[in-house]
């Protein structure tokens, strides 16, 4: 049986060939996915206005439907320019039955207006997208106007896009992106509103006039990738960097008619480094420092007592971490013994000592660095996040934990001293839903992360750790592979290091795959959720 998953778009067409289905068709190519097209609209345009929007009869929406639902089951729907209130009930009940059939997401793309500002649906298709369709959304992606169109607002401005984001959550939708392509400023900043995560997905804003076609092309983008096994907030990433990359390819190319270009996605994205947005929870984050080279020496050892540190150094560790998991509050005398030592033994054999968690202290007693995981970073407030960010200004090495993509566009936000990927392989030193990374998105990883790559999870012998060194990994993390003889068991990892880091590095893959299963993040995959 043919395992390309499918996606079904039920849209209108474009008689320009730059938007709808067209453009839906162009990005289910790109991520590699098969795209059944349901027409139920025709529209008369050009690149310059539409003209005419006719709703196909609910029959022959109603049969293209049937026809599918056996032979092409989607894993996902996207919708676009319905037409009428009438098909989108009618979509709404062919919904419910494909629910029962198998496990199945909604993509909404409230198509209200066109580019050029025409109307695409009047007062009676709105409610019924308010009232059909959002409730059974895994994602909608509204621009900003539609945004306020579906709430009944006279409008949204770009600091109350959150704000939007959550009412239009509160009307049923699972999760939210509110586009920002169509607006003006130097950066191009979506609002990703998930059950995974929140924030401003951003990037440089990219001078073109390919724009038509740029809302479908993303909301088409993200149904491929929910197709794929991503969760709501990486599909987002992927959509994003998806469609960037367009705009990039055809920035030069003349207009094929006389108003915008369409965009015309294809693959190669997920090759490009310069397309991983950023996200941050702050709208207008003071800018990062400047990225600092850091040499993790290869290995990377995560040690649990100051006396561990001795002992690794003395096996010639360069680079460790301090990890003392405590019940929180402040710090203890022993934690705060522990960690003055770590740092006056580091110092003195010139190693590098990232202390876990415990930011201030580290700052207070002068290690070299902190390693925060993201859980710890979302924790800080305005204060703190100002305090940590200083202290990078003035040498503070900062680690960052990523186990998916919008963890790694959050890492990359801060512009750290390197990011960790992980777990590789399967580890049961802490409980967490990721699945493992394996060396196929460490490869990835390594090749489009913003920073050093430092490989963590499961590394318990030097053929592992041979393995990741070869991906590109700037550092290798050992944890019980250490044994109770560091100076016994670390020549071992360090030579299979240092050979595999004079091989050529594994590829960069054309995608990551999903590292978080559908039951463990968003998802309506179950028929109504996981």
């Not at 580019?115 to 695409?120: E, M, P, R, T, V």
């Not at 006039?209 to 709501?232: E, I, K, P, Y």
């Not at 070299?368 to 970073?377: A, F, I, R, W, Y």
Request: charged residues 15%; aromatic residues 4%.
């Amino acid at each position: 049986m043919n395992s390309t998953p499918i996606i079904w778009s039920v849209a209108g067409t474009d008689s320009g060939g730059g938007a709808g289905l067209a453009a839906d068709l162009r990005a289910a190519d790109a991520f590699g996915v098969h795209a059944c097209m349901v027409v139920a609209a025709i529209t008369a345009q050009h690149s310059q206005a539409v003209q005419r929007v006719d709703a196909v009869s609910g029959d022959l929406l109603a049969a293209q439907l049937d026809a599918l639902a056996n032979d092409l089951p989607p894993r996902v729907i996207k919708t676009g320019v319905l037409g009428s209130a009438a098909n989108v009930r009618l979509l709404a009940r062919h919904i419910d039955q494909q629910h029962q059939r198998g496990p199945l997401a909604l993509v909404v793309d409230p198509v209200l207006r066109a580019s050029s500002g025409d109307a695409l649906a009047d007062r009676e298709l709105l409610a019924a997208l308010r009232d059909e369709l959002l409730p059974r959304a895994n994602m909608v992606t509204p621009n900003r106007a539609e945004a306020a169109l579906l709430l009944g607002w006279t409008g949204v401005e770009h600091a109350a896009l959150p704000d939007a984001a959550r009412a239009l959550q509160a009307l049923g939708a699972q999760s939210v992106c509110i586009t920002g392509g169509d607006e003006a400023g130097r950066s191009a900043m979506d609002w990703l509103q998930s059950p995974d995560a929140e924030g401003w997905l951003s990037l440089p804003r990219v001078a073109t006039r390919h724009t038509h076609g740029t809302g479908c092309s993303f909301a088409s983008a993200l149904a491929a990738a929910l197709a794929l096994g991503f969760v709501s907030a990486d599909a987002a990433v992927l959509a994003k960097m998806a469609v960037a990359h367009a705009l990039h390819e055809d920035a030069a190319r003349p207009c094929p008619g006389t108003g915008p270009g369409p965009v015309r996605l294809r693959s190669g994205f997920g090759q490009v480094p310069a397309l991983l947005p950023w996200l941050s929870d702050e709208i207008d984050p003071p800018a990062p420092p400047p990225m600092r080279g850091t040499d993790l020496h290869g290995l990377y050892a995560i040690v649990d007592s100051a006396e561990r540190v001795d002992a690794a150094l003395a096996a010639g560790v360069r680079t460790l971490q301090l990890r003392i998991k405590t019940a929180g509050g402040p710090p203890t005398e022993a934690l705060r013994t522990a960690v003055a030592r770590a740092v006056t033994a580091c110092q003195r054999a010139g190693a590098q000592l990232f202390i876990n968690d415990h930011w201030a202290l580290a700052l207070e007693l002068g290690a070299t660095g902190v390693h925060l995981g993201q859980e710890d970073l979302l924790a800080l407030n305005a204060a703190e996040r100002a305090q940590l960010r200083a202290a990078q200004q003035r040498g503070l090495a900062l680690g960052l934990s990523s186990h998916s993509l919008w963890e790694l566009c959050r890492a990359a936000a801060w512009q750290p001293a390197y990011i960790a990927c992980g777990p590789v392989w399967p580890t049961d030193t802490k409980r967490m839903p990721w699945r493992p990374q394996g060396l196929h998105n460490l490869a990835w990883w390594c090749a489009m992360a913003p920073a050093p790559v430092v490989a963590i999870g499961g590394i318990l012998d030097p053929a592992r750790a041979a393995e990741a060194a070869r991906c590109g990994a700037a550092a290798v993390c050992i944890l019980r592979g250490l044994g109770e003889q560091p100076a016994q068991t670390l020549p071992a990892f360090v030579n299979a290091i240092t050979r595999a880091r004079r091989e050529a590095p594994l590829p960069c893959p054309p995608l990551p795959r999903p590292s978080l299963a559908p039951a463990a993040g968003d998802g309506r995959f179950n028929g109504r959720c996981c």
